[in-house]
C-alpha cells in the first residue's frame, strides 16, 4: 500500500498534476484504490505460492487451503451480515473515542465526501473499486492466506489477521475500527471455514457506506455519539449471526482436512 501511493505521488509530481486538488477527485481515488487492491491480490497470490512450495502441493491444493470456498449455506451467509453490521456500531463507537481523544481526522471521510458529490459512472466505479474489490481481494489474503498460516492456533488465527488487517490502512481512527469489524469477519471465517461468507459481508458493507453517504446523506460528524442501547442491540445482532453461522467453530475442521488433502497430495 505504502509503494503504491508513493508510486501515485511520484506519477503525479512528474505530470505536474496538482496533487491536492488531484486526491479529491472521483477518478484519483478509483485508481489509487485499484491499484491498492492489486498489490493486495498479488501478496495473497504470492503467499499461496509460498504454500504450495512449503507444502509439497499441487497448485489447486495450495489454492483451496489458502483461500477455502467450502460449501456455505444461504443462512451463513446471512449470519455473516448480522455479525459485521451487528459490530458496526462498536466499531463506530470507538473510533469516534479515538477520533475525539487525538483530536485527528480520518481519510474515510475524504472518500465519504468525494462518494457524495461523484457523478453516477464515477459513483460506480468507486463501488467496484472501493468496495467490491476490497472484499475481494483483502479477504482472500487476511482471512484467506494469513489465517491458513495460523490455524493450528485457534485465538491468534482470530486475533492476528484481524489487528493486521486494520494496521494495513494506515489511518489512526479508521485503523481502530477496521480491527473490530476485522474479528467479525476472522469469526465469520472460522466459524464457517470458508472465505465467501466474509468476502460478502466486507462488500455489502464497504458498498453501504458509500450508499449511506451519497443517498442518505450520512457525514462524519465529531459530535455524534453512538448510544449504548444501539452497541448493545448491535451485540445482540451479532450473537444471532453468529447463531446462524454454526454452533462449532470450525478451526479443527479445516485443519483436519487440510492434513487430509496434504496427504492425499502426497501419496498422488
Not at 481481494?137 to 493486521?164: H, K, N, Q
Not at 477496521?178 to 464457517?192: D, K, S, V
Not at 442501547?229 to 478451526?251: E, K, Q, T
Request: charged share 15%.
Amino acid at each position: 500500500m505504502v509503494a503504491t501511493i508513493s508510486l501515485l505521488g511520484l506519477g503525479a509530481i512528474l505530470s505536474k498534476v496538482d496533487v491536492q486538488e488531484a486526491v479529491k477527485t472521483p477518478a484519483w481515488l478509483m485508481i489509487g484504490a485499484a491499484l491498492t487492491q492489486n498489490s493486495v491480490a498479488l501478496v495473497a497470490l504470492g503467499g499461496a505460492r509460498f504454500w504450495r512450495r512449503y507444502q509439497g502441493l499441487t497448485t489447486r491444493e495450495a489454492f483451496r487451503q489458502c483461500f477455502p470456498i467450502g460449501q456455505p449455506t444461504i443462512a451463513s451467509f446471512l449470519g455473516a451480515l448480522l455479525v459485521v453490521f451487528g459490530t458496526t456500531p462498536l466499531a463506530m463507537g470507538v473510533a469516534l473515542a479515538v477520533q475525539r481523544a487525538f483530536d485527528v481526522d480520518t481519510a474515510s471521510e475524504e472518500v465519504i465526501r468525494i462518494a457524495t458529490g461523484a457523478s453516477p459512472g464515477a459513483f460506480a466505479g468507486l463501488v467496484f473499486c472501493v468496495a467490491v474489490l476490497p472484499g475481494l481481494f483483502e479477504e482472500a489474503l487476511f482471512r484467506g492466506f494469513v489465517t491458513r498460516l495460523l490455524t493450528p492456533w485457534r485465538w491468534v488465527a482470530w486475533i492476528v489477521p484481524s489487528v493486521l488487517f486494520g494496521v494495513v490502512h494506515l489511518d489512526l481512527v479508521q485503523s481502530v475500527g477496521t480491527i473490530i469489524l476485522g474479528l467479525g469477519f476472522g469469526w465469520i471465517r472460522l466459524r464457517t471455514g470458508s472465505v465467501l461468507p466474509s468476502m460478502l459481508a466486507h462488500m455489502v458493507y464497504n458498498g453501504s457506506v458509500l450508499f449511506a453517504a451519497r443517498f442518505a446523506g450520512e457525514q462524519a460528524d465529531d459530535s455524534k455519539s453512538i448510544p449504548i442501547i444501539v452497541v448493545a442491540g448491535g451485540c445482540l445482532l451479532a450473537a444471532l449471526g453468529s447463531w446462524m453461522l454454526g454452533v462449532r467453530a470450525a478451526p479443527a475442521e479445516v485443519i483436519a482436512h487440510a492434513q487430509e488433502e496434504h496427504e492425499r497430495a502426497r501419496k498422488d
